[in-house]
Every structure is written in structure tokens, then in C-alpha cells.
């Protein structure tokens, strides 16, 4: 009988612990093949330090439990990259850990750059013989992971957008007699799934946001201000969604226009966002009312909108992943496969996860507009599924309740 | 029979249209005494110029419910402060309007300035012997009205403060084994209620956030730079709650070091970013990992941490508003009495409105421990029951539905 080892990596989701969660709990209930259940601390980097935990004991304090509606990452991240070279010393390290603890499965909840550990220690594992088998489950509210149809903690990500832009819109008209700008930014540096997604918050056609910009094609400030302004004509208030990571023809970030926005007292720069740029350019070319609203870590670790589809996967994901890791497959990530969108039937499935590591897969350029400024209704088909049914979290003193390790 | 008027003013809440509701569902039920409820568009501002709209429709079109859980302000908002002189011509052409309208009865949903306006015209009423009932009806995140144990909207507001608060405390912690240090401004400009409320916020003694910091004391950068260092000791990720309007001891707010400032329609200084500048003090001095993040609108506009005491209050409040206008009173603002904390007991009872308008109440002082970064037991008992009990919202293809005008 082997134990097994699961990490988390990278930057946290509302739900890469519903995908610990489900690794966890799928475990346990194979107590005729596993025995004990670690998790590494701050993943990679922290086993490296022996820092583990046992996890069996969650199950019996409810600790687990709450581990499902719990943001962030229970057992820690990681920003670690191993090294290109297999023949690099910590490798026969790493191995003589799992060896010693008797992990026969390891598991590594993450995103493109965690796929790249799950590649490489698969590889190494093979180079050696070692019968260790070697699981990604995917996470990311980026989305941009390839061979999956989407990736647990995009869809709570999406919904929280989609929530939060809808109220902005309302908040911006309660001033409905005067004209005003706002400019909300999403996260999503290269890909602009997020972004897209506060198109959902539409309740009619031509309500706000009436203008969407992602980061897979160029934005031009020109264009931008000729279109702001043509929709003040018929929108008093309007929202404008970029992604952080828009840029110009050139490649520059428009974030980096604004590098000479503000100064403080020390003479220094102060850094400002895409949303910030903006706001002063409409300021300044149109002056209106403007204001930016940078959505920030909220976006990946808010729990108040969960979506129950996105949780039910990564917790689904999580199980996969031990089944089929049972079942003798290593080098794999688990997958999502839509079978159809309505009704909406999802499977998972398993890839090659060296065809998947440091790729990056972006909105479909035939699904944003031509203009570049929105984003088509097959974006809207693809995404509306994702985002349905709520789930209650447990309360406590009015807050929600989480899990944490003391 | 007569008919009645409500409007909102002022900065939207998440239960504004709570109080509305209350307002015109109780106005519904008094047939025998009322027959027509208006809204005005845009308060007092809109309804000079005729903007008013008939709301007895929406009890059957089910847009009422949706009212309840609705943020933002349904009738639109204003500014508009009305002339101190009572001898001015807008005075006469406003009741000409109310009696054009057969409105007997006058109800303003607004904090602090709405309440001038609720002052004026009852004094103004009185003054022609009018027999029009002026109600003001409290609403402010900043919960910082006179003569009333509290105001609804903050603890829908402080809610969702400890909440996101909790949340992004647990975002910072994931990369536990290195140091870093999140500011997280908060609104309120005079009065630190809603940064205090972020203590709730704490699963233990010692959690974050580990320093709050309200503007009724005054702030020093070298005393918050050296608390910073001595929390980094202890704790590997510390959470800085400030509110937007910390000042120095000369009154200097500590965003004024940061940029630029602008002055609103109401001479109030308009601020940018006391969290920002915080940050780049602390990378600046510190060396560390910094990050700040804006709280911004989704702090009073967001449905999704809504309190049910807040909102039944809201709620209970526009209702005892219209009888006790039934019942002879004016010139009054509704308000709320503390009966006792454990069990929680709170009264409407009504104050005289003259005693409140332009008034600001702060966050009593000896409630905030003595070096000025934290607040005392006396708050959190203050503040825990008010946030008390989840709200079901009606959601839609996934995201809340809301009732808005078309």
C-alpha cells in the first residue's frame, strides 16, 4: 500500500480547494489502495524542506468539510520552477523524499507553470523506473490552460465579474442626470477570458458594459475615446471592462503609458493600472465624470459567488484524478470535455500534460468582435453554463466560515 | 386622501431600496389614508423639474419584491443642496409642485445632507402653515448620523468589509513562507466605522488584520512604519486596514502626500488613494513585498454580503416612517434605539431632524485602543450583532436579477 502527496501552485481560486478537496476525500474512500493522505506545504518548494502534513485527520474534525467553500490555498502556494535539466541533483532529492514517505501517487493542483513540474517530475520519474505516478489537476481563473474546455476556478471567477459589474453598472446610474465613465479592471494579462466574461452582466441588449477590450488584440486610446464618447450620446452612464493587460500594435502595455501619472513624496513613480490610465485619458480628452475600479484579489479568492457548477467540477476533477492516477496513468492532467452546452454535459478526461505545460490558450479571435471592442454571443454560449447555481456557504457570528491550518 | 412622495439621496447603499420598499409597501396597505405613492427621479434635484414616477404598478409586476435585494438607489440620486434662505423662490414653486400633486406627505431616504434638505422643508412648511408631513428616512454606509444607535446600509456595508477583508487575508497568506504586507483602504472620509469594522474580520486574537487605522486619530508614518516592522516579526503576511480619510496631526489627509487632489460639487476634498501611497511608504522603507487594494463601490454596493438584520431594519424603518407621518409627526428622521446587544433588541423611534442634519458622528474614542491602530472590544460588541443573517437574492441564469427602471 502507497501513500499519496497533493500540492497546490500558484495563484490561489474560490475553488482549488473544492480540487483538494476532492483529491482528499476520493483518497480516503480507497483505503484498500492508499494509506495515508499528505499535503506539501507551499508545494513544491516547501516539500523540498520536508514540510508536509497528514491529512486523514481533517475528515473527522469537519475541518474538510469547510475545506470546499474555503478560498485561497489550504496547504500554500508556490511560484517554483524546476530545473530544465533532469540531470539536475534535485531530482534524485525530490524522489528520495517520496521514497522515504512511500508516496506511490503525487498530485499538483495548478496552473500552466504547475503542469510544467507535473511534466518534468513525470519525465524524471520514467527516466528512473520509478512506478510513482504523476497527476496535474487543473486550476486557474485565467482559463488559459489548452487541451480543457475551461478550468476549475475560471467559472467563480467569471460569475464574481459578472455579480460585481452588474452592481458597479447600477451603482454608476443612480446619478442618471449627469454623464459619467466608468472603467473597471480585470485580471488577465495575456488572456482575456475574465474580461469577457462581465459581458454576462448584461440584462438587455446595449446595457452596460458597453464597451469589453481584451488583451488578444490591440487597443488603439484613438478609437477607444472616438467610442466612449459615442456611447455617452445614447448611455449616460457607461462601463467600460478592460483586461490589465491590454496593449497597443506595438506590444506595450497600456499601464505602461502611465508610468508618469503620479509621483510621491520621494520622487518615485507610483504605478498605476490600465483602468487608472484610462480614467485620466477620458478625464482629460472628454472631460466627464470618470472613475476606475481596479476588481483586485477579489476576482480569485471571493467565496460570495460561487458558482455550485465550477465547485461540483474541481471537486469531480480532484476524484478523477485519483482514479485514474489508481488506474496506472502518470504524465496526465485532468480535463474537461464539453459534450454539449445545453443541456450542459461535461466530462472529464485525461491529456498529455506535456502538450499543455507553458502554452496559453486566449479567447478565440472569431469570438470577439470586429470593431474589438465586445465579444460575440459564442462567447456568451460557451461561458453561460459555467456560471449556474449557487452554493451556501457556512456561516458563523454573520462571516464565512473558513478552513485554515492553525 | 393625499398621496405620497418618497425620494433617495445621497451615496446608494445595499438596502436603499430596502427603505423604499418599506416606504411605499406600508403606503400600499394604508388605502384608507393614501391614495397615490410617487417616487421622485434624482430627489428633490429631479422632482423640480417634474421628473416623478407612480409606483403603486410595481406591486404587481413583482418589480416591488425584486426592489428589496436591489442595490443602488431604484429612484436615481442627487446632490442638491437647497438655500439656506427660507424667502427663496424655490421654496414656493417646490409646494406649488406637492400641491399640484395632492402629495400630503413628503419621505427623503438620505444620510447627513439629505437630512438639510428634510430639515428645510419642514421649517419651510411649517412657516406657510402647510400641513405637508416631512419625513427623513436614514440610510449611510459611514454610519455616522446623530442621535440614532446606527444607520442602515452600514452593516450590509461592514459585512461585506469583514468578509472581503477575511477573504484577501487569506489570498495573502498562500505564499505563507515569504513576507508581505497588504493595505486595504476603506471608505469613509470622517468616520472610521466602516474601516473598524474589518476587525471583525479576525478567526482568532492576533489575526489579521493586525493594524487598523480610523481617521478620528491622527496618523503618523513613522509610528505605522515601525508597527509594520514589529508585525513582520510575528507574522508573515500582515493585513493594514486604513480608511480612505487618515490624516496627520496638521489635519493633512495622507493621500494629499500621495497626488493631486480635486474638490466635489460640495466642496468636500476629493481623495486618491491613502492605501497607495501607504504602499509605496512601505516598499520604500521596508524593502518587503507590498500590495493595496481599494475596497471601492462593490463596499456599498454589493448584494452578495447583505445583513438581514440591515435589511429588515431598512425595511421596518421606511415603514414606521409612513406611520408615524400618518400620525401627525414632521420635521422628524426616523431612528433606531439599542433596547440591549445579547439579545438584540433594537426600537424605531423618530428625533427631531433640525438636531441631526449636517451633524457627523464619529467612532467614540475611547473605542480605539490607545496607540491608534486597532479598536476595542466595545466595537465589536457594538457592531456584531448588526451583521447578523444571510439574504436569499433571486438569482437568474446564474447572477442576482435586480429591478431597475426602464
Same mark, same amino acid.
Request: hydrophobic share 35%; net charge negative; glycine share 6%.
Given at each position: 500500500m502507497k501513500n499519496i502527496i497533493v500540492g497546490q501552485s500558484g495563484g490561489p481560486t474560490a475553488v482549488i480547494n473544492g480540487s483538494l478537496y476532492g483529491v482528499v476525500s476520493e483518497s480516503l474512500k480507497k483505503s484498500e489502495s492508499i494509506s495515508s493522505v499528505y499535503g506539501m506545504i507551499n508545494g513544491i518548494e516547501g516539500f523540498l524542506h520536508g514540510e508536509m502534513i497528514e491529512m486523514n485527520p481533517l475528515a473527522s474534525t469537519g475541518e474538510l468539510e469547510l #475545506?470546499? *467553500?474555503?478560498?485561497?490555498a489550504y496547504l500554500g502556494s508556490c511560484r517554483f520552477k524546476l530545473p530544465? &535539466? #533532469? @540531470?539536475?541533483p534535485i531530482y534524485p532529492t525530490l524522489f528520495e523524499k517520496f521514497n522515504e514517505n512511500n508516496i506511490g501517487y503525487f498530485f499538483y493542483i495548478g496552473g500552466n507553470d504547475s503542469m510544467d513540474t507535473v511534466s518534468k517530475l513525470s519525465r524524471y520519474a520514467k527516466s528512473i523506473e520509478s512506478d510513482i505516478r504523476v497527476i496535474g489537476i487543473p486550476k486557474t481563473i485565467?482559463? &488559459? !490552460? +489548452?487541451?480543457?474546455d475551461h478550468t476549475p476556478g475560471f467559472a467563480s471567477a467569471a460569475k464574481y465579474v459578472a455579480t460585481t459589474v452588474r452592481e458597479i453598472s447600477i451603482d454608476a446610474s443612480v446619478y442618471d442626470n449627469k454623464k459619467s465613465v466608468t472603467i473597471v479592471e480585470i485580471m488577465g494579462r495575456h488572456a482575456g477570458w475574465l474580461t469577457a466574461?462581465?459581458?454576462?452582466?448584461?440584462?438587455? %441588449?446595449? &446595457?452596460?458594459? +458597453?464597451l469589453i477590450y481584451l488583451p488578444e488584440v490591440a487597443f488603439n486610446q484613438e478609437t477607444f475615446i472616438e467610442k466612449v464618447k459615442n456611447a455617452l450620446e445614447t448611455t449616460s452612464n457607461i462601463i467600460v471592462c478592460v483586461s490589465e493587460g491590454i496593449h497597443d500594435e506595438n506590444g506595450t502595455?497600456? =499601464? %505602461?503609458?502611465?508610468? &508618469? +501619472?503620479g509621483v510621491d513624496t520621494f520622487g518615485h513613480k507610483m504605478l498605476t493600472g490600465s483602468g487608472k490610465y484610462l480614467e485620466n485619458l477620458v478625464k482629460e480628452r472628454l472631460g466627464v465624470k470618470v472613475r476606475s475600479v481596479e476588481l483586485n484579489v477579489s476576482q480569485r479568492c471571493? @467565496? @460570495? =459567488? #460561487?458558482s455550485k457548477t465550477d465547485l461540483d467540477e474541481a471537486i469531480a476533477g480532484g476524484a478523477f484524478g485519483v482514479n485514474v492516477a489508481l488506474a496506472? %496513468? *502518470?504524465?496526465?492532467m485532468v480535463a474537461f470535455k464539453r459534450i @454539449?452546452?445545453? $443541456?450542459y454535459v461535461m466530462e472529464c478526461t485525461t491529456e498529455d500534460v506535456n502538450a499543455i505545460c507553458n502554452k496559453e490558450k486566449g479567447v478565440?479571435?472569431?469570438?470577439? *468582435?470586429k470593431d474589438g471592442a465586445d465579444v460575440s454571443n459564442d462567447f456568451i454560449e460557451y461561458a %453561460? $453554463? !459555467?456560471? #449556474?447555481g449557487e452554493v451556501e456557504i457556512p456561516m458563523k457570528k454573520g462571516l464565512p466560515e473558513f478552513a485554515f491550518r492553525k
Open positions: #475545506l470546499k *467553500t474555503t478560498p485561497g530544465e &535539466d #533532469l @540531470s539536475d485565467d482559463n &488559459d !490552460l +489548452v487541451a480543457t466574461a462581465s459581458a454576462l452582466a448584461r440584462k438587455f %441588449e446595449q &446595457d452596460n458594459p +458597453v502595455f497600456i =499601464c %505602461e503609458y502611465g508610468s &508618469d +501619472v471571493s @467565496s @460570495s =459567488c #460561487l496506472g %496513468e *502518470t504524465g496526465k @454539449s452546452s445545453a $443541456p478565440p479571435i472569431n469570438w470577439i *468582435t %453561460e $453554463p !459555467l456560471i #449556474l
